[in-house]
């Protein structure tokens, strides 16, 4: 049962991200995604642990341009908050 909820659970929190041109990522890698969390005076703080952690990349694509290259990977939660170790 522990197995069902943790494939139930592992697709409903998934992110699309894009970033500067990274050749080197394929799908199935685990990346370390922070995210800023901003405060009421629009000043940014530690690192969100609401969002920020581990993430499994399931989708990767590469563009590829004259004036610019960028990758976009969708993602999947593999953690929930950061750990000492992440």
């Given at each position: 049962s522990q197995r069902k909820v943790r494939y139930n659970t592992f697709y409903t929190q998934m992110i699309s991200v894009q970033i500067p041109l990274a050749s080197y990522l394929e799908a199935g890698?685990?990346?370390?995604?922070?995210?800023?969390?901003?405060?009421?005076?629009?000043?940014?703080?530690?690192?969100?642990?609401?969002?920020?952690?581990?993430?499994?990349?399931?989708?990767?694509?590469?563009?590829?341009?004259?004036?610019?290259?960028?990758?976009?990977?969708?993602?999947?939660?593999d953690t929930f908050g950061l750990t000492k170790n992440s």
């Open positions: 890698q685990v990346v370390k995604l922070l995210f800023p969390k901003i405060n009421a005076e629009g000043k940014e703080d530690l690192d969100s642990p609401n969002l920020s952690g581990l993430y499994i990349i399931t989708d990767v694509r590469h563009h590829f341009d004259s004036t610019y290259s960028l990758t976009t990977i969708n993602v999947a939660r």
